[in-house]
Structure formats: structure tokens, C-alpha cells
């Protein structure tokens, strides 16, 4: 079954986006980030514990991006 032209140029788009230096440089912007919110030292409460951790689940799909698109793209092309 073919991809439609609308999903294809979604795609297209993203994977444009990807090979662009300033996603590379979220992407470090953001790993240091997370590295910062990782550490475990300065959490207080149970409040602050369960707000990094919502901010690593946010990062992470940031993370995790490119290669949800190459799988998705992958099983739409197969």
C-alpha cells in the first residue's frame, strides 16, 4: 500500500530536520540538561522527585525522536 503524499512529506520534513546542525545542537543543549536534572543529590521532596522525572520523560521522546521516525518510516515502507 503506497504512503500517502502527506505522510511522506512528513517525514521528509523530519528527517530534514535531523540532518540539520541546530538539532544536533538541541539535542547536546538538551543532553546536558538532562544530565543536570538526573542527579538525584538535590532533590528535597517527593514533589521535585516526580517533576524530573516528568522533565527526563519529555527529554527522553526528545531523544528518542529520530529513531521512532526511522522505525515508523520503515514499517510504512514495508
Same mark, same amino acid.
Given at each position: 500500500?503506497?504512503?500517502?503524499?502527506? $505522510? &511522506?512529506?512528513? %517525514?521528509?520534513?523530519?528527517? =530534514?530536520?535531523?540532518?540539520?546542525?541546530?538539532?544536533?545542537? +538541541?539535542?547536546?543543549? $538538551? &543532553?546536558?540538561? %538532562?544530565?543536570?536534572?538526573? =542527579?538525584?543529590?538535590s532533590v528535597e521532596d517527593e514533589?521535585? +522527585?516526580?517533576?524530573?522525572?516528568?522533565?527526563?520523560d519529555i527529554l527522553n521522546l526528545?531523544?528518542?525522536?529520530?529513531?521512532?521516525?526511522?522505525?515508523?518510516?520503515?514499517?510504512?515502507?514495508?
Amino acid at each position: 500500500m503506497p504512503i500517502d503524499r502527506q $505522510m &511522506q512529506e512528513y %517525514y521528509e520534513n523530519q528527517f =530534514d530536520m535531523f540532518s540539520h546542525k541546530g538539532w544536533s545542537d +538541541l539535542i547536546e543543549d $538538551m &543532553q546536558l540538561l %538532562y544530565d543536570a536534572i538526573n =542527579d538525584l543529590a538535590s532533590v528535597e521532596d517527593e514533589n521535585t +522527585l516526580f517533576f524530573r522525572k516528568g522533565q527526563a520523560d519529555i527529554l527522553n521522546l526528545l531523544f528518542d525522536r529520530k529513531a521512532a521516525c526511522d522505525n515508523a518510516w520503515q514499517e510504512l515502507n514495508a
